[in-house]
């Protein structure tokens, strides 16, 4: 069946550092959308990426779409305890219409 | 605008009693959404509402847990009997877009509950 994979499953950064999470699915996705988590909150959106290739930058934040349309990544430029939380991808199988999201990368900052 | 608004926001049951988790999503938002979000994971899609028809519920247990969207507004979802593996958070959501891709989605505080 579908598959959206996230590694790392958690990542430990001094604060300055920079951190990379990297989505993987088994099957062609429409869209990708990520979502961040705070310990005891909810997932709250961050983008969304739709065109095979397309990178989007949010301040410190950068995101990718892979040309396949079947990876993406998140990239945080210098850390900070802000950051700290659980990132999730989440896409829609182009052949089923069906969501599904990652298991998340837990960050965590050491200061 | 008013967020996603879910109550209760957190229930405690035993095994095989009834549960029932409501969701009102953001105004105007066609497309509403229930997760399951077990600790440590991430959330699992039960069913999709478009207005208040059903576009996905293939992930849903169909032998306990049921839903509906009455008015194409407010939901509920309804666990009965409950079992141990449902204790989880239950998230809902909320999208303004819907079609083959799948708009932001806003989601709600979510109902934690324990099945004892």
């Known amino acids: 069946g579908q598959q959206v994979m996230q590694i790392p499953q958690y990542q430990h950064v001094q604060e300055g550092e920079d951190f990379t999470t990297y989505c993987n699915s088994s099957?062609?996705?429409?869209?990708i959308q990520w979502y961040k988590q705070r310990p005891g909150g909810h997932p709250v959106f961050l983008i969304q990426l739709v065109k095979s290739g397309e990178v989007k930058k949010q301040k410190r934040l950068t995101f990718q779409f892979g040309e396949a349309k079947k990876n993406s990544s998140l990239h945080i430029t210098a850390t900070q305890t802000t950051d700290v939380g659980t990132y999730f991808c989440a896409g829609k199988d182009v052949s089923n219409y069906k969501i599904i999201f990652g298991k998340g990368t837990r960050l965590h900052i050491l200061p | 605008e008013a967020g996603v608004a879910q109550s209760p926001r957190y229930k405690i049951i035993e095994k095989r009693q009834s549960v029932a988790f409501w969701c009102n999503p953001i105004s105007g938002h066609a497309t509403l959404y229930w997760y399951q979000q077990i600790l440590g994971q991430g959330p699992k899609l039960l069913i999709q509402?478009?207005?208040?028809?059903?576009?996905?519920d293939s992930q849903l247990p169909k032998d306990r847990f049921s839903a509906e969207r009455l008015k194409g507004v407010d939901s509920t979802l309804k666990i009965q009997p409950a079992k141990l593996e449902d204790s989880a958070v239950y998230l809902c959501a909320s999208s303004f877009l819907a079609g083959t891709t799948f708009g932001e989605q806003y989601f709600g505080p979510g109902t934690r509950l324990t099945v004892t």
């Open positions: 099957t062609t996705l429409s869209n």
């Open positions: 509402f478009q207005n208040n028809g059903v576009v996905d």
